[in-house]
């Protein structure tokens, strides 16, 4: 295996020791279940994850910005299907306690990504037992269930589209090879879940959206749930200003029909100084290793130096990206 950190060129940015440390303490707040025990991605020594550390998987779920960015995207074309809307809304602490759900759900994709391969069995392996309870009715009359595999494609293509569209955007663009390599990384994980139908390219993700798109809807839920991330106390006190400028970014790279759908107009995404700004703090973020962070961790676990994934854009990647 190519040891990225020592490839000419590639270079992890280290922040002044008082900042780092304040960000990792922040950090290591999302760490824990919520029974108050702190989830371990160093042990086993050795054991495989999911997904390959080459992968890019790994390089995308790395980034702390992106993954805000992607998982409201994420959620906003979940919200779209009023079956998962439903199931989202009323089975879940969203409204009622976000920061709780968020950290649920950002533990739960670390684990997917960066975790042990026995321990993310389980850990889906539990997840699915608590979906089987999770039915109802929408209020047009549609049934609907955690378990359907219909919905359950949707959930996890809609999150792939999020973070992978976010890191494209922010960090470096990704060609069309690339990103369905990353489709494709999650098949394996999908299938745990239950999602058996995922897409496995950038093109059958462009299939499925086109097959859902009569389903999707404009919604109050929608608007409120991103007034809801504008305010909520996701970001550490110091930078959580900037929440509104990364849920704007959010909804800047949803596809243009999706938002005409949505009724999400322009005032709704980014301004145009806001942008630069968005990809400067994404790519430093990129660059950052955090101590006993899902992504270090992993790396250690398997042998590899804790900068492994952190390494200094390419020249090629610089100039694909210039003006």
């Given at each position: 295996?190519?040891?990225?950190?020592?490839?000419?060129?590639?270079?992890?940015?280290?922040?002044?020791?008082?900042?780092?440390?304040?960000?990792?303490?922040?950090?290591?707040?999302?760490?824990?279940?919520?029974?108050?025990?702190?989830?371990?991605?160093?042990?086993?020594?050795?054991?495989?994850?999911?997904?390959?550390?080459?992968?890019?998987?790994?390089?995308?779920?790395?980034?702390?910005?992106?993954?805000?960015?992607?998982?409201?995207?994420?959620?906003?074309?979940?919200?779209?299907?009023?079956?998962?809307?439903?199931?989202?809304?009323?089975?879940?602490?969203?409204?009622?306690?976000?920061?709780?759900?968020?950290?649920?759900?950002?533990?739960?994709?670390?684990?997917?990504?960066?975790?042990?391969?026995?321990?993310?069995?389980?850990?889906?392996?539990?997840?699915?037992?608590?979906?089987?309870?999770?039915?109802?009715?929408?209020?047009?009359?549609?049934?609907?269930?955690?378990?359907?595999?219909?919905?359950?494609?949707?959930?996890?293509?809609?999150?792939?589209?999020?973070?992978?569209?976010?890191?494209?955007?922010?960090?470096?663009?990704?060609?069309?090879?690339?990103?369905?390599?990353?489709?494709?990384?999650?098949?394996?994980?999908?299938?745990?879940?239950?999602?058996?139908?995922?897409?496995?390219?950038?093109?059958?993700?462009?299939?499925?959206?086109?097959?859902?798109?009569?389903?999707?809807?404009?919604?109050?839920?929608?608007?409120?749930?991103?007034?809801?991330?504008?305010?909520?106390?996701?970001?550490?006190?110091?930078?959580?200003?900037?929440?509104?400028?990364l849920v704007r970014s959010a909804v800047g790279?949803?596809?243009?029909?999706?938002?005409?759908?949505?009724?999400?107009?322009?005032?709704?995404?980014?301004?145009?100084?806001?942008?630069?700004?968005?990809?400067?703090?994404?790519?430093?973020?990129?660059?950052i290793p955090l101590a006993d962070t899902p992504p270090v961790?992993?790396?250690?676990?398997?042998?590899?130096?804790?900068?492994?994934?952190?390494?200094?854009?390419?020249?090629?990647?610089?100039?694909?990206?210039?003006?």
């Amino acid at each position: 295996m190519a040891d990225k950190a020592s490839q000419p060129g590639a270079k992890a940015i280290a922040l002044p020791r008082w900042l780092q440390a304040r960000i990792e303490a922040e950090a290591q707040k999302f760490l824990c279940d919520e029974s108050g025990v702190r989830l371990q991605f160093r042990e086993p020594e050795g054991e495989p994850a999911l997904t390959d550390p080459e992968s890019i998987s790994w390089q995308v779920f790395k980034n702390p910005l992106t993954l805000f960015i992607g998982g409201v995207t994420a959620v906003i074309l979940e919200l779209a299907e009023p079956r998962v809307r439903s199931g989202v809304w009323d089975h879940t602490s969203f409204r009622t306690d976000p920061v709780r759900r968020l950290k649920r759900t950002g533990l739960a994709a670390m684990m997917t990504v960066y975790g042990p391969r026995s321990e993310a069995e389980a850990m889906i392996a539990g997840i699915r037992r608590l979906h089987e309870r999770v039915k109802g009715v929408t209020p047009g009359g549609r049934p609907y269930s955690a378990s359907d595999p219909e919905l359950l494609d949707w959930v996890h293509a809609t999150a792939a589209f999020g973070f992978l569209e976010a890191y494209r955007n922010y960090v470096r663009p990704l060609g069309a090879g690339e990103a369905s390599r990353f489709y494709a990384e999650s098949e394996a994980a999908a299938k745990l879940y239950g999602a058996i139908g995922v897409p496995k390219s950038e093109g059958e993700l462009l299939a499925l959206f086109a097959r859902m798109a009569p389903n999707l809807e404009p919604s109050p839920i929608i608007f409120e749930f991103l007034d809801i991330m504008r305010h909520a106390p996701v970001l550490p006190r110091g930078i959580r200003a900037l929440q509104g400028v990364l849920v704007r970014s959010a909804v800047g790279i949803l596809p243009g029909w999706v938002r005409d759908r949505l009724t999400l107009g322009a005032e709704r995404g980014l301004r145009s100084w806001e942008r630069p700004l968005v990809r400067a703090a994404a790519r430093l973020a990129d660059r950052i290793p955090l101590a006993d962070t899902p992504p270090v961790e992993a790396c250690l676990r398997l042998g590899l130096p804790r900068d492994f994934l952190y390494g200094k854009p390419s020249d090629e990647q610089l100039a694909s990206e210039a003006p």
